[in-house]
């Protein structure tokens, strides 16, 4: 099957029939589930059980806020596509959307959230729809903004489909270069079929307990 | 959108410094403004979580510009005895997680720039000169 982004821009491929269609259909719903728990894995979250406030890069139609919500996590969505975040709201998948084109920075001030997931989105930034577009420039302002939106010590775990290694080897060293550490995770490396790719982010280091001072509890000397 | 994805919100238009917080108003063209209650989980436990990530000031203006339905927070942060009262944070849950602006605009302080709230969701897609 040939991946939608080799056609155009994501606002004239998934207009509104392209949107509904993309939702019912039961496999991409499959895929959808499974690789969303997986990139919730891979945010490795402490585990106090805790309800997190989480940013969905691509959310679409809701397919994937739909298991943040079911994680128990607070979400905000983003995607370019206007029919697919109607449906969203529709199909009220428990997040809160706004609409934006990642290539152009995301939306979003300092310090917002404690993690980030996107499925099958990043690959789309190496799309050059307009004549302004040149994908170094929007993987840049892409990631600049991601890092400076997300909490430190966070991680952003964006699973996409890169068309070549080359391609794959760009958006890490974008991402590098706007100060996160991490690399790809590849899920079955040796299947065509199920092969996965994970870029999976950290956004500095994880807040540390500062150990007391000596004699700082009160114990006597 | 609900007010905690608007305390979050900037304008990102290129060149703007300060384009926070996002003034919430009716659309200008038709002048439509529409506030709903949509359902959200209840866990005091996240609003502690997120509280000293809010910028209450904006949060503030917020709710004020929403009028009767978002009424009900303190001028300052709440205390830790407020965050370990009930009927307060349920009304905190409902300001914070349940209110939805359906249809307005929201406009940034510094460039004027008005995006568009349709259908509960903010347009924050810029034109081509703005990236
Ligand atoms: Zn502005």
Redesign the pocket.
Known sequence: MSRPELYGPATVVYNKEAAAKYTDASRNVEIQAKLTARAIELLALPKDGKRKFLLDVGCGSGLSGEHITEAGHTWVGTDISEDMLNICEERESGGSVCRSDMGDGLPFRSNSFDGCVSISAVQWLCNADRSCDVPKLRLKRFFTSLYRCLVRGSRAVLQFYPHSPEQAELITTSAMKAGFSGGLVVDYPNSTKAKKYYLVLMAGAPCMEVPLGEGAAGEAM | MKLLTHNMLQ???KG?RN?YPLRIEAQQDGGRFEVEVREAEFSADFLRHILPRLDWAALLEAAKALGEVAVGLPDAPPTDAMMHDDAFLQTFHRILLEVTVVEGELV??????RFAVKNAVPNMLLHEDEV
Not at chain 2, 108 to 113: G, I, T, V
Request: glycine share 10%; with cysteine; net charge negative.
């Open positions: 304008c990102h238009v703007v384009g940034c302080p510094e460039s004027e720039r």
